[in-house]
């Protein structure tokens, strides 16, 4: 639907509006102009055939006075000079206004100011010339000019020649017609540029507009084709970046809450299932009951560890966390964290050991969750460790200026490179790697609540591995002071 307000509409009138100015001023000038131009032409080359014919009657009129001429013999003169030019009407005056000669047989009255002023105006003005612009009798309109027969400064007479004025105005109409013809098409060029234009620039924000809102009505998958204008392409190319994250967004969200829902099943299964047992008469025999509540115990540890490793993860990914940053000493983490896991490594016959740079020093940001990450980092690496393995835990400068990095490297089976690149995603578990017997199998959202905080602290995180060869994991964090 095009309203008057729509940019093409108004792109198209705004063009056409000014040339039809334009066209309006130049028509009423131009035309005044040529035609004015056209009679002066003509008033010009009149003057120039009298003045001629006027010299040719110099001698005939003297003789005429002398009387060895005669009016016929200059009507004859005349007749003969202007014979290709049957249009033409001349009147021979003597200097007192007497007709002598006429192209008509019969001569017209004596001259006077109102029959013919152009004659009174030759005779008097001093110039020796006049002109008017008349209908004759016959209702047509000519031009007369008259010129003054002179013989040094005695004037003998007054030739006057007359031309109708259709022929002169005709070519000036059809001049004029030419120009404005030219005129009306350079209009319609304009208004058809003007339509090009608006339609150049209306089409890509109709298209951008329809996509805005397929997209609002939840079509995440449309997208536009930049086109038209520099500024709108680019704005085309946003729209299309935009969708596709909004897509990438959606569809991670979606993975999520069906990651989610399907981790959260299967303790919720084994509680619903030992329950059941419970009740249709494992509770009879105490000592199955007391097997069945502690795996009850332990699933709902875990749903509720898994409840609050979410809840941290999606608080901290909706930046909701209030970052009290304070001076953090990293050497202090790396010993708790130690001591934390020194008698789970001992239990499980695994080697741990902590090297700290002596230099090493804090970085600005929140304590607890700086602990996490050296947490679970270090949980991982004594966990996927067999029995005599080694976990070793390194506090250093980083490899950039100003870092410091927080290493853990480990004996363990290694990571394959295809499942390397996922391990920092939520939920992400590498099926194939057995952790210890006895350990609790983990909800795959450590790595990810790690990275999360690393990526908090503007620090970065990574691994590398080599199957049979042990992982290495890796934070490094911004060093302050
Ligand atoms: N040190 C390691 N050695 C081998 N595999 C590891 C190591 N650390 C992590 N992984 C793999 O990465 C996965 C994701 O780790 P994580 O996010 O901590 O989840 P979780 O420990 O709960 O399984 C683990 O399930 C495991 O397959
Ligand atoms: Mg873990």
Redesign the pocket.
């Known amino acids: 639907m095009k309203s008057l307000y729509s940019l093409n509409t108004r792109l198209v009138l705004s063009h056409l509006a000014v040339s039809l100015i334009s066209i309006i001023l130049m028509a009423s000038f131009a035309g005044r102009f040529i035609f004015r131009a056209a009679l002066a032409e003509t008033e010009h080359n009149l003057q120039g055939l009298a003045v001629a014919a006027g010299n040719a009657l110099v001698l005939p009129i003297q003789e005429m006075n002398q009387g060895t001429g005669s009016q016929e013999h200059i009507r004859d003169l005349l007749l003969q000079l202007f014979a290709d030019n049957p249009d033409m009407g001349f009147t021979v005056y003597t200097n007192d206004g007497r007709p002598i000669a006429d192209n008509n047989t019969t001569l017209p009255p004596p001259a006077t100011r109102t029959n013919a002023p152009e004659v009174i105006e030759a005779l008097e003005s001093g110039l020796g010339r006049g002109v008017d612009i008349r209908r004759n009798v016959g209702g047509d309109e000519k031009m007369y000019t008259a010129v003054v027969i002179q013989r040094e400064i005695e004037v003998l007479g007054v030739l006057r020649l007359e031309v109708p004025l259709r022929p002169t105005q005709e070519a000036a109409r059809r001049s004029f017609y030419v120009l404005l013809a030219t005129a009306l098409a350079i209009t319609s060029g304009v208004g058809l540029f003007g339509w090009l234009l608006a339609n150049n620039l209306a089409r890509p924000i109709q298209v951008l507009t329809q996509a805005s809102e397929d997209m609002a009505k939840g079509d995440l998958s449309v997208r536009v084709r930049p086109s038209g204008p520099q500024e709108l392409r680019r704005l085309a190319e946003a729209f299309n970046s935009m969708a596709s994250r909004q897509q990438t967004n959606v569809s991670e969200l979606r993975a999520f809450v069906a990651n989610a829902s399907h981790e959260l099943r299967t303790p919720l299964t084994v509680v619903k299932l030992r329950a059941e047992a419970l009740r249709e008469g494992a509770l009879q025999d105490p000592e199955v009951a007391e097997r069945f509540m502690s795996e009850i115990d332990t699933e709902v540890d875990r749903l509720v560890r898994m409840v609050n490793d979410l809840l941290d993860l999606s608080r901290m990914e909706a930046g909701m966390v209030a970052n009290q940053r304070t001076t953090v000493n990293l050497t202090a983490i790396a010993h708790e964290v130690y001591e934390t896991f020194s008698i789970r490594a001992s239990k499980a016959s695994v080697n741990l050991s902590l090297d700290v740079a002596p230099e090493i020093s804090t970085t600005l940001g929140n304590e607890d969750q700086l602990r996490q990450v050296f947490y ?2 270090v ?3 004594i ?3 067999p029995a005599g393995g080694q976990v070793e835990m390194l506090l250093r400068p980083g490899p950039k200026e100003n870092t410091v990095r927080f290493l ?1 490297r ?1 004996t ?4 394959p490179p295809e ?1 390397l690149a996922h ?2 995603e939520r939920f ?4 194939a ?1 057995q ?1 210890r017997p006895g350990s609790s ?10 990275k999360s905080i690393v990526d908090s602290h503007g620090g970065e995180i990574g ?1 590398s ?1 080599q199957v049979g060869n ?2 290495t ?1 890796w934070a490094d964090l911004p060093a302050s002071g």
Do not use: C, M, Q, W
């Open positions: 679970n980092l949980e991982n690496a966990k996927y460790t853990v480990d363990g089976p290694g990571i499942h391990v920092f992400y578990r590498v099926e790697i952790s199998r983990g909800s795959g959202l450590g790595l990810a609540i790690a691994a591995s042990g992982s994991f």
